[in-house]
């Protein structure tokens, strides 16, 4: 089957650092992408992981391990724009495609 | 550049009613995906198309059929509404099938409301 599970709340204090998980289990595996989603709007690209290993992007990094099917995304000098919610997604080549199979997403609060 | 557009954004219907959603990919881009999300969810996959031939269809009812134009636009059609299919309708685009390591672009979308 199909599952990608990520927490559904979290609260952090404006400036620090949060870690938001993200397990799959998913028949095919293509990468995995972090995307932003505040309320109304549509998701907005993050990162990208295909290797193991840690991408860095500015305050954002995100981390993949595949032999454990287990993926972070870390926000450093969190800001208040930055209260969105968090979705993470695993590309399934599937039938020749590449569909998106998201978790649930991840509301991140940041607090003053 | 222009990013992916979408339209109409928003959209009341009655159930039993049809109604279709627009969908313009980033120009260059051949590869147009339908999704459906639910207040509080994650997206769910509904079509891929490239080259305006279907690549996935997810576990949605054949009461929804999507189609590709030779200019890479898309439609995607829902027959016989229902109350259950009140959501935020994305569509997204990318360059290739998605067996390449390209990213997967999202327009604004199109809330259906259906009464």
């Known amino acids: 089957g199909q599952n990608i599970d990520q927490p559904t709340e979290m609260t952090a204090t404006e400036g620090a650092i949060v870690q938001i998980n993200c397990t799959y289990q998913?028949?095919?595996?293509?990468?995995l992408f972090w995307y932003q989603q505040h309320a109304g709007e549509a998701p907005t690209f993050l990162s990208y992981?295909?290797?193991?290993g840690l991408e860095e992007k500015g305050r954002f990094s995100s981390f993949l391990s595949r032999s454990k099917g287990y993926s972070y995304l870390l926000l450093k000098e969190l800001q208040m724009k930055d209260s969105a919610s968090y979705l993470c997604a695993v590309r399934d080549p599937g039938n020749q495609g590449g569909k998106l199979i998201f978790g649930q997403g991840t509301e991140l609060s940041v607090k003053p | 550049d222009a990013g992916v557009t979408q339209s109409p954004t928003h959209l009341i219907k009655t159930r039993g009613q049809q109604v279709t959603l627009r969908c313009s990919p980033i120009?260059?881009?051949?590869?147009v995906s339908w999704y459906q999300q639910v207040l509080g969810q994650g997206p769910q996959f509904i079509f891929q198309y490239y080259e305006k031939e279907e690549r996935g269809r997810g576990n949605f009812p054949d009461r929804f059929s999507a189609r590709q134009f030779p200019n890479y636009s898309s439609e995607l059609n829902v027959n016989a509404l229902l109350l259950g299919d009140s959501a935020l309708y994305l569509c997204?685009?990318?360059?290739?099938?998605?067996?390449?390591?390209?990213?997967?672009?999202f327009g604004q979308g199109t809330r259906l409301t259906v009464v």
């Open positions: 992981n295909v290797l193991d």
């Open positions: 998913t028949s095919g595996f293509n990468g």
């Open positions: 997204a685009s990318s360059r290739g099938t998605g067996l390449e390591n390209t990213e997967a672009f």
């Open positions: 120009s260059g881009h051949k590869s």
